[in-house]
């Protein structure tokens, strides 16, 4: 592996491994390539195009070096909701404001179940990868034991969206954690998130 530049390592977000350039690129452009496949026709015969991804395709087998298992800073990078390194992540942006977690993201087309609105299952994931963040101000690694969602209006795309999550009670094994995502001043989304401790942990993602 080359090294790095160290003020490129500074940079690197909380918790995580730093990212080549070149990598980042390439990430950028899989995420324009998931965009770009929305507007294609399916019939669109494209036999230049499929050799090259194909090409591409075995270029980037060759690069894996690294097993499934992972260093958790690492496997951060993999994350598919806020991973540097998965062009399958919108990517969301998660901080802490004083005691509450804070999310934005703007889902593109490629995110798009009914019209113009963001496929059900990523509301639930940013809601989850929300809310789960909140054991950061507990200092405990906890799991979801139980996430119940509420649409409450369309969450649309290509929109700027922000994700809160707040705890509202907390037991020896367990947390109570509510949420809810707006689309400006619109709730499109609430949730009620219930995580099983495992432990106290310290994991410094705080901005990652």
Known sequence: MNELDPAFVADAPPGRAPVS??????????????????????????????????????????????????TEMNRRTRNPAT???????????????????????????????????????????LLDETMGRTRLLVDNNVVTGSLHVRYVAPTPI??????????????????IVHGEIRAGETVTATARERFVSLGNIHNPEVGS
């Open 83 to 125: 991973g540097s390194m998965n062009p399958i992540a919108p990517p969301i942006t998660v901080d802490i404001v004083d005691d509450i977690v804070v999310s934005t993201v703007s889902f593109s087309e490629a995110y798009q179940g009914p019209p113009g609105t963001v496929h059900g299952g990523w509301v639930a994931a």
């Open 158 to 175: 290509n929109t700027d969206l922000v994700g809160r999550a707040w705890i509202v009670d907390r037991q020896a094994k367990k947390m």
């Open 21 to 70: 350039p070149t990598l980042q690129r390439v990430i950028s452009a899989a995420r324009r390539v998931n965009r770009a496949l929305v507007h294609v026709d399916p019939a669109a015969d494209t036999p230049d195009v499929a050799a090259d991804f194909e090409g591409l395709a075995e270029r980037l087998e060759i690069l894996g070096t690294m097993e499934v298992r992972q």
